[in-house]
């Protein structure tokens, strides 16, 4: 009788574990939403705002010259960074940023490029 009841109490207290960490494992995926203006973003990537239009060009471009590099798409990086540079050149304050786009923009060699 003793160890039936021994027995007992080793499920439940196996169940009870088990339940919570269950519940903890929810309770950890739900913190990983973001909550933006009442909305649930769950895994969606969302493109940051500027307050200059020209910042956010720049930006864009930037996205696609990283894309074609990781992609190994010298051709593409380099039409990005001519397109890059026509940006940066209104953009106060972009000297070094305009100096890479330029460099990546005056080769059709990866290494160089990276």
């Given at each position: 009788?003793?160890?039936?009841?021994?027995?007992?109490?080793?499920?439940?207290?196996?169940?009870?574990c088990f339940a919570n960490a269950q519940d903890e494992e929810k309770k950890t995926h739900e913190k990983g939403k973001m909550e933006m203006d009442g909305k649930k973003m769950d895994g969606m990537k969302m493109a940051p705002e500027f307050k200059k239009e020209n910042l956010a060009r720049a930006f864009v471009q930037y996205e696609h010259i990283k894309n074609a590099l990781?992609?190994?798409?010298?051709g593409d990086a380099q039409k990005s960074a001519e397109m890059m540079?026509?940006?940066?050149?209104?953009?106060?304050?972009?000297?070094?940023?305009?100096?890479?786009?330029?460099?990546?923009?005056?080769?059709?060699?990866?290494?160089?490029?990276?």
């Open positions: 009788m003793k160890n039936l009841k021994i027995s007992m109490a080793g499920m439940l207290f196996f169940i009870f990781v992609d190994s798409n010298a540079n026509k940006v940066l050149a209104d953009v106060e304050g972009s000297d070094a940023a305009l100096t890479a786009s330029q460099k990546i923009a005056a080769t059709d060699d990866l290494k160089l490029q990276r």
